[in-house]
């Protein structure tokens, strides 16, 4: 069963568009994270939020935690070719144990 | 701080080998997690410690994996005998308390 489902789970764009992925659950999570990997790395923490309704900004990154906790998003504005990568959520159950969606690999075209 | 080590970076074994994957995790920090990653099935937790001692195991795929952590600065996680299946990449990632995940750069295992 996987608890955090990702979408899409692939998505290629221009560079300069905007794009929205999401994580969504029907649990609810005590806090939510979202990594990005590249080829041959491990995953590097961009995120955490911990309130419903938070949201966080990175730059050209927004990311928002749902009200309910049961649900985050990750808003890329003008992408560019650097933020290609495969984005996970993680949300936590409990002490430090995090679960992971399938993740989205986005790529992003000169 | 070198971040989260681990060793090899690629290991190619023939089946029924032993193998064995080695993590020196952030000075400091209190928890240890080793997860296994592929493309079918993305990012699996195997086990975690907490202070040394192993907290929860349930995703450890069958008896030929086993994992230690013998002090706060290094683990191990073992394969015997190794099998096609193993083939993944296997990540050790080190926190502290409730903060967010540090990840190794893996280790990539193919078995032959």
């Known amino acids: 069963t996987q608890l955090l489902e990702q979408s899409p789970q692939f998505l290629s764009i221009q560079e300069g568009e905007n794009l929205t992925v999401y994580c969504n659950s029907s649990?609810?999570?005590?806090?939510l994270q979202w990594y990005r990997q590249e080829p041959g790395e491990g995953p590097v923490l961009l995120v955490t939020v911990v309130t419903g309704g938070e949201v966080k900004k990175l730059k050209r990154l927004t990311f928002q935690f749902g009200d309910a906790r049961k649900d985050s998003s990750l808003h890329i504005t003008a992408a560019q070719p650097g933020d290609t990568g495969l984005y996970l959520c993680a949300g936590a159950k409990g002490a430090q144990k995090l679960v992971f969606g399938q993740g989205t690999r986005l790529t992003i075209n000169p | 701080d070198a971040g989260v080590i681990q060793s090899p970076r690629h290991e190619v074994t023939e089946m029924g080998q032993e193998v064995t994957l080695r993590c020196k995790p952030i000075?400091?920090?209190?928890?240890l997690f080793w997860y296994r990653q592929t493309m079918m099935r993305g990012l699996e937790l195997l086990i975690y410690?907490?202070?040394?001692?192993?907290?929860?195991d349930s995703g450890m795929p069958e008896d030929r994996f086993s994992a230690k952590m013998p002090n706060a600065s290094f683990s191990t996680l073992k394969i015997q005998p190794s099998e096609p299946r193993d083939s993944a990449v296997y990540f050790c990632?080190?926190?502290?308390?409730?903060?967010?995940?540090?990840f190794g750069s893996g280790t990539r295992l193919t078995v032959v």
């Open positions: 000075s400091g920090h209190d928890y």
């Open positions: 649990s609810v999570f005590s806090s």
């Open positions: 410690f907490n202070n040394n001692v192993p907290i929860d």
């Open positions: 990632a080190s926190s502290l308390h409730v903060a967010g995940y540090t």
